[in-house]
């Protein structure tokens, strides 16, 4: 678990080798390719069922706290 502005969120880094699927990063909008080592995130107040998670690439999520999609400012 990490502590952010936002929040708390839940965070597991992937190594890659077990995502068979692509996902949208939601820091650049950008796929995240099967086989990509990367983040996957979801707020700690909310349960953890797949439609909560996100997927991220790792430097997305480490830059989230300057340039994340839904923040006003
Ligand atoms: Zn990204």
């Known amino acids: 678990m990490e502590e952010?502005?936002?929040g708390d969120w839940v965070v597991q880094?992937?190594?890659g080798q077990s995502s068979t699927k692509a996902y949208r990063?939601?820091?650049c909008e950008q796929l995240v390719t099967p086989g990509t080592p990367h983040v996957v995130a979801w707020p700690?107040?909310?349960p953890a069922g797949?439609?909560?998670r996100r997927h991220w690439h790792s430097p997305c999520w480490a830059a989230r706290d300057r340039r994340g999609p839904a923040r006003r400012g």
Do not use: K, N
């Open 4 to 6: 952010h502005p936002d």
């Open 13 to 15: 880094r992937l190594s």
């Open 25 to 27: 990063c939601p820091g």
């Open 44 to 46: 700690f107040d909310t």
């Open 50 to 52: 797949e439609s909560h």
